[in-house]
């Protein structure tokens, strides 16, 4: 046949049995939790209140401009430069968040741990995934009380709050335990000084083909240099311009 006369029908209608009347059965397409509502507006919203507020009418932004680079690659100073941005989002872009969400489903991901919730706009994308491969959990951290706040509530808003488990503080206690025994995929855009650091309290429990997603990389060079390093157990390569794809060998 065809493919010009393929319709949407059932298997019998192009495999017809002798003497068997014919039926049709509409296939349908399976609901896909993140371009549905609510979830796909929420998204809509979130992205486009970012795009519109500029950190740089913030003065506590703009007099720090200078030093952004040394603030983000400081283990020391960096949350004067997020306590700074604790009203912007810094949110993933929606084809980093398509990426998210198409890696947790091809993996069958159930067990997700994110390190920078913020309004919970990453989240949202991995947790739509959790829904759509039948549940799950995400184990998220934020230090900001903040932004946790404004991420449950976008997160209930979505209805994808069951999902996930937000855990309040500085990311180097709050993911230091309670972790479960695998994790499918991590998810790497807090500070960027600590990746490395927050890939060591994780590490252990990653499995083989488990998929490490780190937004902004460059800003913590050890972190790529171990990524990718097959001999460090990993494979990685650039995605985009901000970010870093690595798998676990």
Avoid: W
């Amino acid at each position: 046949m065809r493919i010009e006369n393929l319709t949407k029908h059932s298997y019998f209608d192009f495999h017809e049995p002798p003497n068997i009347k014919r039926e049709f059965f509409p296939m349908t397409t399976p609901v896909m939790t993140l371009a549905s509502a609510p979830v796909a507006p929420l998204l809509a919203r979130l992205f486009a209140e970012s795009e519109a507020a500029s950190p740089m009418s913030n003065p506590a932004f703009a007099s720090m401009i200078g030093e952004r680079d040394r603030l983000m690659r400081s283990k020391t100073d960096y949350p004067m430069f997020y306590g700074a941005m604790k009203d912007y989002a810094l949110p993933v872009s929606p084809e980093s968040g398509r990426l998210l969400y198409m890696l947790a489903r091809s993996l069958k991901a159930r067990s997700i741990v994110e390190f920078g919730l913020s309004f919970g706009i990453s989240t949202l994308h991995l947790a739509a995934a959790l829904r759509d491969n039948g549940g799950g959990r995400i184990i998220t951290t934020e230090f900001e009380a903040s932004k946790v706040a404004r991420a449950r509530a976008n997160l209930t808003d979505g209805g994808l709050i069951d999902l996930v488990e937000i855990r309040e503080g500085d990311a180097l206690q709050t993911l230091a335990t309670g972790l479960p025994e695998t994790i499918d995929l991590l998810l790497l855009d807090g500070a960027k000084a600590l990746y490395c650091d927050i890939l060591d309290l994780v590490e252990s429990r990653l499995r083989s083909g488990a998929m490490i997603i780190a937004d902004n990389a460059d800003y913590c060079p050890e972190y790529l240099e171990r990524v990718r390093s097959i001999d460090a157990g990993y494979l990685s390569v650039p995605f985009a311009e901000d970010v870093e794809l690595s798998m676990k060998l």
